[in-house]
């Protein structure tokens, strides 16, 4: 059996449609990602990056950014070295956190080291977050409560994404998780 030849890949910038595309760019993505330091990101990059791995960015993504980056600062983690475990609350309309914990902290569904239970967490949450530094062992545990959710979602509804990413960056600790 004769397999066609693939199409060239759109370079115009715009979504890749091509078959066999989404793999590549994927490919590329982890290649950068593994290129650079997770710390030297800019606002500007990290949101062009959640974009180009979610479809759009949202205050959700940048949520993931940082509890990411906060633990892997707290744990003195190098980039790759933590596995992640989110479990998403009842009233939590997708599991967008997953997308920013995967670009800050660099785990990934493949490597199986970023996973999305099954079960969900409390009514009361939005979500858990549990990030364990693979050599080490230790670990951190992030309650986003659902109280939360209204802030999210406002900033979704009323800034633009590169404010999205300053709004959840700024926003006191304690107010998006515990």
Not at 56 to 62: L, M, P, R
Not at 87 to 96: A, F, N, Q, R, T
Request: charged share 20%; hydrophobic share 45%.
């Amino acid at each position: 059996m004769r397999l066609n030849k693939p199409a060239p890949l759109d370079r115009s910038g715009d979504a890749i449609t091509q078959p066999g595309c989404a793999l590549r760019t994927v490919m590329m993505l982890a290649l950068l990602l593994l290129a650079r330091p997770v710390a030297a990101e800019t606002p500007e990059q990290w949101v062009a990056l959640g974009e180009r791995i979610h479809g759009g960015f949202g205050s959700y993504i940048a949520l993931g950014l940082r509890i990411g980056l906060d633990a892997a600062d707290q744990l003195g983690a190098e980039p790759g070295q933590l596995e992640v475990l989110l479990i998403d609350g009842p009233g939590s309309p997708c599991p967008c956190l997953a997308d920013g914990l995967m670009l800050s902290t660099r785990a990934s569904p493949g490597r199986g080291t970023l996973r999305v239970a099954s079960e969900k967490a409390a009514a009361d949450e939005f979500g858990v977050v549990v990030v364990r530094d693979r050599s080490s062992g230790e670990g951190l545990r992030y309650v986003v409560p659902m109280r939360a959710r209204a802030k999210l979602d406002e900033w979704n509804r009323t800034l633009a994404p590169l404010a999205r990413y300053h709004a959840t960056m700024s926003e006191p600790e304690e107010v998006l998780f515990l």
